[in-house]
T-cell receptor, first 114, second 113 residues
Framework: AQSVTQPDIHITVSEGASLELRCNYS??????LFWYVQSPGQGLQLLLK??????LVQGIKGFEAEFKRSQSSFNLRKPSVHWSDAAEYFC????????????FGQGTELSVKP | DVKVTQSSRYLVKRTGEKVFLECVQD?????MFWYRQDPGLGLRLIYF???????EKGDIPEGYSVSREKKERFSLILESASTNQTSMYLC????????????FGSGTRLTVV
């Protein structure tokens, strides 16, 4: 079955430390890939997206993500985390044959220690 | 920027009430979606619509219906609210969902008592 997996439900990092959030998908073809962020009590905001081209994608708020076809992964990274990055992060994929819908992972909650 | 506006941030309703959640977008998007979000379950698609007066069931449509009489407005209806429908409801819209992703509203946190 087609799926999107975020293996880490909750991650805690220290402010200033680097961050990597994992995302794996299971589809036959390369899908459109997205990362969203959700601050507490808010809707989701698009951080970045990828379909083709350079496999390292830059997004807003200093985030980047790297697509690795061999690993079916699209991990989100940030070199130095700020306290304001504490939020929930969702990976999503989209395929044409899904009728234009996005499929979301379960989300990873990020906590930032002072 | 595209704006997706959900009419209420917080709602408290009684069991058995008919509940309307409204969503309006201002960028002429054809595609609109309703999700519910629950801890540990992520986002689950309730209904979506690709055009006016058109609707498709998502993964969890039971207990819900939708209405799309105008392109900019997509309403979610709880015919008879139950406590297990207490949740965060998120509306989203897109011109081309697969290519562009969604724009989300701020969400409506519904409590059914």
């Amino acid at each position: 079955a087609q799926s999107v997996t975020q293996p880490d439900i909750h991650i805690t990092v220290s402010e200033g430390a680097s961050l990597e959030l994992r995302c794996n998908y299971s589809y036959g073809a390369t899908p459109y890939l997205f990362w969203y962020v959700q601050s507490p009590g808010q809707g989701l905001q698009l951080l970045l997206k990828y379909f083709s081209g350079d496999t390292l994608v830059q997004g807003i708020k200093g985030f980047e993500a790297e697509f690795k076809r061999s690993q079916s992964s699209f991990n989100l990274r940030k070199p130095s985390v700020h306290w304001s990055d504490a939020a929930e992060y969702f990976c999503a994929v989209g395929l044409y044959n899904q009728g234009g819908k996005l499929i979301f992972g379960q989300g990873t909650e990020l906590s930032v220690k002072p | 920027d595209v704006k997706v506006t959900q009419s209420s941030r917080y709602l408290v309703k009684r069991t058995g009430e008919k509940v309307f959640l409204e969503c309006v977008q201002d960028m002429d998007h054809e595609n609109m979606f309703w999700y519910r979000q629950d801890p540990g379950l992520g986002l689950r698609l309730i209904y979506f619509s690709y055009d006016v007066k058109m609707k498709e069931k998502g993964d969890i449509p039971e207990g819900y219906s939708v209405s799309r009489e105008k392109k900019e407005r997509f309403s979610l209806i709880l015919e008879s609210a139950s406590t297990n429908q207490t949740s965060m409801y998120l509306c989203a819209s897109s011109y081309h969902a697969t290519r562009d992703g969604y724009t989300f509203g701020s969400g409506t946190r519904l409590t059914v008592v």
